[in-house]
């Protein structure tokens, strides 16, 4: 699998370092709040896991799956909600956390999603942001680990096929792996 990588983007002590300081920052913001964090399926698994164990605050968890369609080699702009959280946002302080945004649709379907079901704040805390993609204007993540060019990353929770998320690293693929 490694020998897949072209390129190493993010290693892992980086990675670590900025869950490291997205943590602390997180543990001021919700210090006393009893935040529900929510963990977007599949792709902030492992970013989830490790920014968690950064936040020296009383938390709930939660995680959410959604999945964009794409009709043709368009994105339709179409998101489908796969699985719904567990817990009644009403009330609750939300931070969603992702591993990257985009064109920033799936951040506007669930920002709104939450918003509506009565959420009294939503932050975003991304491990990636990739802002050359941007459709969406006026969606930021309020948290960014890392602001990416824009390339196809593998690793550390992003996928190619279903593949590379168990990668510690993010990384670029060599182009024979998507030519076949
Ligand atoms: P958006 O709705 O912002 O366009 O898309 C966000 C989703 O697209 C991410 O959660 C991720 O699943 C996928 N995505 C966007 N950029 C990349 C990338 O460079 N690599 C991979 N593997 N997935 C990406
Ligand atoms: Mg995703
Ligand atoms: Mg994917």
Excluded: W
């Excluded at 020998?3 to 602390?24: F, W």
């Excluded at 929770?157 to 998320?165: H, I, V």
């Amino acid at each position: 699998m490694n020998d897949d990588i072209q390129t190493v983007l993010y290693s892992e002590a980086t990675i670590q370092a900025a869950c490291e300081r997205l943590g602390k920052q997180l543990t001021q913001v919700y210090r006393g709040k009893n935040p529900l964090v929510i963990c977007v399926l599949k792709g902030a698994v492992p970013f989830m896991a490790d920014l968690i164990k950064q936040m020296d605050i009383y938390m709930d968890i939660d995680f959410i799956d959604v999945s964009s369609y794409h009709g043709g080699t368009q994105s339709t702009g179409a998101i489908e909600l796969v699985k719904d959280v567990d817990q009644d946002v009403s009330g609750r302080e939300i931070l969603l956390v992702d591993d990257i945004v985009d064109t920033g649709r799936t951040l506007a379907y669930l920002k709104d999603l939450f918003q509506d079901r009565g959420a009294s704040s939503v932050r975003v805390c991304m491990l990636m942001d990739k802002p050359e993609a941007r459709q969406m204007a006026e969606m930021q993540a309020d948290y960014v680990g890392f602001n990416v060019p824009n390339e196809f990353l593998v690793g550390y929770g992003l996928d190619y096929q279903g593949k590379y998320r168990n990668l510690p690293y993010v990384g670029i693929l060599k182009p024979e792996i998507y030519q076949g």
